[in-house]
């Protein structure tokens, strides 16, 4: 028989991995709740016509579409199905597709609920997304992301606030990052000052890959958009700039006298490093004027977040967008956010080795199962220790202790609890301490104080000695 599988490019968790991945969302939540951002959620699936056109050609490639329900196929005539036009045929039996990102419904949502939105809004979103994209490490079809977005205000400060929540969620997660930034505007301007206004899609798609492919990869793939080869030699210096974020301003002013997008950018560059540079962050931050981000709808500020240990690619990235709202019909509303890739971060945090260890189930003590009259005084102490928030397992089939052990071993839950002939008789509890193998004679009053006051050593479970019924 053939063994069962997942799609490619998803991933099964098992209880120890949502455990740890609960630990991110858990300290991602915290901190978007401690700025003051409020919690939305919207639908998996949304209208193809939300959708398309917010993320350039290849995002659109990349959608995962919902085939009509019933017979989608009746409106269709042979000829249409014998064309193979793809494209054109999703068109007609597709009106749906999973959400690509947060960001697109989000702005759908605003404009949807406006009536009920106090300006600015600050909403925080974590719910998965799906892109069909080709599996391969740290890339994954099904994958989290946390949304933290700011909307209708245009001040710098939001952006600011944004680095300062990014630092403030790594520095609790225990990762070492770099936070990037660059501006819309600035490419928009290089764009002006090459002569190639019309095509700063094109170039910003190409620069974007510069860092995984290198600046031929990128002059190659400008040439074969009809760049030219003059335009092109006045961008090779600007991505090669160096010197620190003040000298690199300071020349890109001098070379955007004819750009009034360019000049902007530079200036609201300037803006934000001054409130960044006046603020104590354990990130370093620093000026990448070859960051791009493939996405169209940014128009400012954009951020992007690396592991300074480990080569994962970006774990943390956003934006400013001015004009997304406006495609659904409220214009000028603007608006910039940030969203957390959570399978990245966990994969960096599991190749670091700095999940806290808390057992592969959550469980904190387990009470066995001697059975008969026994039953009943052991359920009592499940409840015991539940009433007062500690979580508690019941092993339910009575058997050899041994047996018990070992199933509390494998889990590492660290307290046993032993409630057997002479513990009942006596109105006593023995407390199996996992880690070191020590028991402890308690009364059953004693025993829910006794396990929130102590304090683990070491890793929970592992080194338990054999214990026979």
Known sequence: MTKPSIPKGTRDFSP?????RDYIF?????????????????????????????????????????????????????????????????????????????????????????????????????????RGDRPQKGRYREFFQCDADIIGSDSLLNEFELVRLVDDIFTRLGILITIKINNRKILSGIA?????????????VAIDKLEKTGL???????QAKGISSAAIGK?????????????????????FTGSAAGSRGVEELRTLFSFIEGSRLNAGVELDLTLARGLNYYTGAIIEVKSKEVNIGSICGGGRYDNLTGVFGLEGVSGVGISFGADRIYDVLAQLG??????????????TNFGGGLVRYALDLADRLRNAGISTEFYPDAGKLKKQISYADSGKIPFVVLAGEEEVKNNKVTLKIMTSGEQKELAPD????????????????????????
């Open 16 to 20: 120890g991995d949502v455990l740890r």
């Open 216 to 222: 031929d990869a990128v002059i190659g793939e400008l």
């Open 354 to 367: 700095r999940f806290r260890e808390e057992g592969s189930t959550g469980v904190r003590v387990l009470v």
């Open 446 to 469: 004693e025993l829910t104080g006794f396990v929130k006051n102590y304090q683990l050593h070491g890793e929970h479970g592992g080194g338990t000695e054999n214990t026979e019924a």
């Open 235 to 255: 961008l090779r210096p600007v991505l090669e700039l160096t010197g620190g974020t003040s000298d690199k301003l300071d020349r890109l002013h001098g070379l």
């Open 192 to 204: 002006e000052v090459m002569g190639e206004a019309a095509k700063v899609t094109d170039i910003t």
């Open 26 to 130: 858990d300290t991602i939540k915290s901190v978007f709740r401690l700025y003051g951002y409020r919690p939305i959620e919207t639908p998996a699936m949304e209208n193809l016509s939300t959708l398309l056109g917010k993320y350039g050609e290849e995002g659109d490639r990349l959608l995962f579409r919902i085939l009509n329900s019933g017979n989608f196929l009746s409106d269709l005539s042979d000829n249409d199905l014998l064309a193979r036009e793809t494209l054109k045929l999703s068109s007609q039996i597709c009106e749906k597709g999973l959400r690509y990102d947060l960001t697109v419904p989000f702005a759908r949502y605003v404009v949807q609920h406006r009536e009920e939105i106090t300006f600015p809004f600050r909403r925080y979103q974590i719910q998965p997304v799906w």
